[in-house]
């Protein structure tokens, strides 16, 4: 199977490669980082840059679609080359995924009306604009759409996916390899367990982190 | 402070970006790839490129030294050239730490004799050929050095070390922002949790996995 992985200008790094080092694992798949252009994309902090070693009509029906967040989302949100892109490749794919603010992109193409659906915690109820019922949950599945909540997510939603596609126990080989036994000294990953006063302040800001 | 990640050929890029995604939201922080020559570095697998903004001896002194792991590893052990950047880079750094067997180079480079220091399950004990003491915590910290478990666990690394770094209010506030707020689907993470036959299988396999 072909995965592809779409970048964009601003993307969020761990979206995408937390989602590849799980997926890209999946038996006899090919993976590919694609994007408008070929080349090296820049991420949100302006530190990174992974690069897309394909342009998007290079790939044009890849077997798993993966789409990232991160605030460069907002930028392209009405670009209909990435849009447009999107649609052809989900009119073949056998799955259809997001992680963070990913699945505003899948909305703004039209993919998920009338589908629940997942995003960051600051960008759920804008799922709603594009017709698709939001959850809080993790990793949502609806049909062949699946959708992460959060950056970090992806790793929950590629070990999910893979024990889909590939079987229970590939999918544990690869929580044991990638040693995926979290244990966060805080407990602070979701605005319900967050401190409050920490969950209003970054509520406050969200103008600024998703545009 | 000055963040470096050093990349090598056939890296693990979970490794190297789940850590970045939280450290390199250290406020005040300049967040650096590093690598022999500067440019796009492989990873193990062979589809993914991050790109090494820096040469090694562009970047001498920097605060806080992240060293990933990954198969490539092995081929770094006796690289003079990468083991005395470490060794000048660990002379005046505020912090030295790794992911996954990121650890056995820093063994190599003779900068954990006589510590507590971690790995990935599979090369722990080699840990002990270089003077350390492996323990099978995910996160270790034995003065200023930092070492973490396999691939995944760089995220509750860089959230300690932030903590340390920030203080638990920023640490806080970057798991909420990248919503990590775990939930694999399956609880086979490590070698005390995962299938035994699973276990055993990979360890009869780590002569492949580590090189």
Redesign the interface.
């Known amino acids: 199977m072909q995965i592809a992985i779409l970048l964009f200008d601003r993307f969020?790094?761990?979206d995408a490669?937390?989602t590849?080092?799980i997926l890209?694992?999946t038996p006899g798949a090919?993976?590919?980082?694609v994007a408008e252009r070929a080349g090296?994309v820049r991420n949100d902090?302006g530190?990174?840059?992974?690069?897309a070693?394909r342009a998007l009509d290079e790939v044009p029906a890849p077997d798993l679609v993966i789409v990232p967040g991160g605030p460069g989302q907002h930028h392209q949100m009405e670009n209909e080359n990435l849009l447009g892109w999107l649609r052809r490749a989900d009119a073949t794919s056998t799955w259809t995924t997001s992680v963070?603010t990913g699945s505003l992109l899948l909305a703004a193409a039209g993919l998920l009306k009338g589908r629940r659906a997942t995003s960051?915690?600051l960008a759920l109820d804008t799922l709603k604009d594009y017709g698709a019922e939001p959850t809080g949950e993790?990793?949502v599945l609806d049909g062949k759409y699946v959708t992460a909540?959060?950056?970090?997510?992806g790793?929950?939603m590629g070990?999910?996916l893979l024990?889909r596609i590939a079987g229970?126990?590939t999918?544990?080989?690869v929580?044991?390899?990638?040693?995926?036994?979290?244990?966060?000294?805080?407990d602070?990953?979701?605005?319900q367990?967050?401190?409050a006063g920490?969950?209003e302040?970054?509520r406050g800001r969200s103008r600024f982190?998703l545009q």
Request: hydrophobic content about 40%; glycine content about 6%; charged content about 20%.
């Open positions: 969020t790094a761990l490669v937390g590849y080092e890209s694992r090919e993976t590919v980082f090296a902090s530190s990174l840059d992974l690069v070693h963070c960051h915690w993790r990793v909540a959060g950056v970090s997510s790793i929950d070990l999910t024990g229970d126990r999918a544990q080989a929580q044991l390899l990638t040693e995926y036994d979290p244990q966060p000294p805080y602070a990953g979701s605005p367990k967050a401190p920490l969950v302040e970054w982190i």
